[in-house]
């Protein structure tokens, strides 16, 4: 095991040729509006602005009024941003006391996946790896892949709120380990990881020396009674590379405005910071309106706008889940912050289903409600549900999936499916059931299946009340949202 926290090579990556990734290629759910009988409660997507009832502060779109009417942000800005935007990040992102920083530690980014891009080019060479969550967003894979970058997964635990498998982790890491991927609050599991959690993963990367990418999108958004602790906070030897922006808590996701902040420790990232440089040169910076009016919206967006909006995620998270806890067959997680929550499937009770793929196409064409499969997240038998939907929509959506179970699901009679607790939640890290789930008779996995290269959602239109037709078998191919 090497120990140095840079892999041989991994900082050459700025130079050379990229492959371009089409975000947009492969098969679309085709929604017919002249047939059927029901609207359609489109679940699945992350943006939270779709159905209007999610609105960004006065505050922050005056902001960029008052930075376009100023005619002083019209041309190209330096590449990684202008030093009145950074400066303004650096103050936003720093722990004072703990981990400060400059306007030298901020690349300016469009958006939190590009910024993601730009970490994993500058981290990692082809034929290395980054470990990353499961279940987890898919780009991660898309990214690292598209650059000769393998994928190695470690598993969340949901009956420990989806904390990480300290051990696989630390199993998974060899010489070839670049970095480690953290996503706290978690898309898709909602998860908030506790201050202990995250020290314990600090330990595993101290002790392999082994970088973090922090993916912290979701940074503050979490539920009433429960903190939020950026990672790079708690150690003073893991050298982090944490990647946030505008998109989810400031509720602007099409604005494209993501940053990285360097916390470097020991003078690691050097060779770093000339590779982010180099490679914020590919965008020729991120949106420089928007940069304009980043030092407005960062000070004076009101602190009852978050807490508005997260008390509108939690109430209708607390709906969902004490609805869909009572419907034989399914198991909801109950989040702790973010968007999402996660819904385990027996699938052995829905006997007709092959996979949560079929289960979520038929729930389409049968209740028009559009969830995630878990496939999506490469974790099967579990559906993904997005909590930014307005309640009523949401309250209706969760009847019309219970009357679909209703209707599908046949409890099994076997000795395995007794022990719920043990069936629900237990996988191996390989992908395939365990023992104690009837050879996997449960939950019905098939080994290493995962979301297509190019199925990460885009922007899109929404057709969130379109009426749909029957769906051709396989038709359906999911865009994971990219932040």
């Given at each position: ?43 699945h997507q992350g943006d939270p602005t779709v159905f209007g009832n999610l609105k960004p502060a006065k505050e922050i779109t005056d902001a960029v009024v008052t930075a376009i009417q100023s005619g002083k942000f019209n041309g ?408």
């Amino acid at each position: 095991m090497s120990v140095s926290w840079m892999r041989p090579t991994a900082l050459d990556n700025h130079q050379g040729t990229y492959l371009l990734l089409d975000n947009h290629q492969g098969t679309y759910l085709l929604l017919d509006n002249h047939q059927g009988t029901y609207l359609l409660l489109d679940n699945h997507q992350g943006d939270p602005t779709v159905f209007g009832n999610l609105k960004p502060a006065k505050e922050i779109t005056d902001a960029v009024v008052t930075a376009i009417q100023s005619g002083k942000f019209n041309g190209y800005a330096p590449s990684t941003g202008y030093v009145e935007a950074r400066e303004a990040v650096a103050r936003y992102c720093s722990v004072p006391g703990v981990a400060e920083l400059e306007a030298k530690d901020i690349v300016l980014c469009s958006g939190c996946s590009c910024a993601l891009d730009l970490c994993i080019t500058a981290l990692c060479s082809p034929g290395q790896n980054i470990l990353v969550p499961r279940p987890g967003f898919p780009i991660y894979k898309t990214l690292a892949e598209g650059l000769s970058i393998s994928t190695k997964h470690y598993d969340l635990l949901p009956e420990k709120n989806w904390e990480a498998d300290l051990v696989m982790l630390e199993d998974m890491i060899d010489e070839n380990t670049a970095a480690i991927v953290v996503n706290n609050p978690s898309n898709p599991c909602g998860s908030v990881f506790s201050t202990q959690h995250q020290r314990d993963i600090l330990q595993v990367a101290s002790r392999n020396k082994v970088p973090i990418i922090a993916d912290e999108i979701y940074e503050h958004f979490v539920f009433e009674g429960l903190e939020y602790q950026p990672m790079a906070s708690l150690t003073e030897e893991v050298p982090v590379l944490s990647c946030s922006g505008l998109t989810k808590r400031f509720l602007v996701p099409g604005w494209r405005m993501g940053w990285i902040s360097i916390y470097d420790r020991g003078n690691v990232f050097d060779k770093v910071r000339h590779a982010l440089q180099s490679l914020s040169q590919r965008i020729i910076g991120s949106n420089t309106i928007v940069q304009g009016a980043l030092p407005t919206i960062l000070v004076s967006t009101p602190k009852s706008f978050f807490s508005d909006t997260i008390s509108q995620i939690q109430s209708n998270a607390k709906m969902s889940y004490n609805l869909l806890k009572e419907v034989p067959g399914l198991r909801p997680v109950m989040p702790q912050g973010a968007m999402y929550m996660m819904v385990g499937v027996d699938m052995a009770g829905f006997q007709h289903f092959s996979s949560d793929l079929e289960f979520v196409e038929t729930m389409i064409r049968e209740e028009s409600v559009f969830c995630l499969p878990g496939k999506c997240f490469d974790y099967h038998n579990y559906v993904r549900l997005v909590l930014t939907v307005p309640g009523e929509q949401l309250r209706e959506a969760c009847t019309r999936i219970a009357s679909f179970c209703s209707r599908h699901y046949r409890a099994a009679t076997t000795a395995s499916i007794t022990n719920n607790d043990v069936v629900v939640y237990k996988q191996l890290s390989n992908g395939q059931a365990s023992p104690e789930m009837n050879n996997g008779s449960f939950l019905g996995m098939k080994g290493d299946d995962s979301l297509d290269a190019n199925g990460h959602e885009g922007p899109q239109d929404t057709m969130s009340f379109a009426k749909v037709p029957v769906i051709e078998k396989g038709s359906l191919v999911s865009e994971i949202e990219a932040e």
